[in-house]
Nanobody, 125 residues
Framework: QVHLVESGGGLVQAGDSLRLSCAAS????????TGWFRQAPGKEREFVAA????????YYADSVKGRFTISRDNVRSTVSLQMNSLKPEDTAVYYC??????????????????WGQGTQVTVSS
């Protein structure tokens, strides 16, 4: 089992940048593909980005492609999400999630096995 804790959220203005981090404890994060999801009030949780367990492959939602970058450090057991050129529509609670690497990488929330508690990102216009 792995325990995930997100950090780095906050209140920023449109066009600013933020870097979210997800720290894992318990089993090492290298055993899992890792994804970032977000959920705005009144909306379903949506996929943002994912990275394979090795870091060789990354995937992004169209809405963040070119602005967000996911990366991982398996030695430190952390995954990061660099968010640039933030927009008000990026406002949401951001969640880190892990999926066992024996399975293919996935882009839907029900496919992930472990979740963090989330960190709030608010982008003002």
């Amino acid at each position: 089992q792995v325990h995930l804790v997100e950090s780095g959220g906050g209140l920023v203005q449109a066009g600013d940048s933020l870097r979210l981090s997800c720290a894992a404890s318990g089993r090492t994060l290298s055993n899992y593909h890792t994804g970032w999801f977000r959920q705005a009030p009144g909306k379903e949780r949506e996929f943002v980005a994912a990275i394979s367990w090795s870091g060789d492959s990354t995937y992004y939602a169209d809405s963040v492609k070119g602005r967000f970058t996911i990366s991982r450090d398996n030695v430190r057991s952390t995954v990061s999400l660099q968010m640039n050129s933030l927009k008000p529509e990026d406002t949401a609670v951001y969640y880190c999630a892990a999926r066992y690497k024996v399975y293919y990488i996935a882009y839907t929330a029900p496919d992930y096995h472990y979740w963090g508690q989330g960190t709030q990102v608010t982008v003002s216009s």
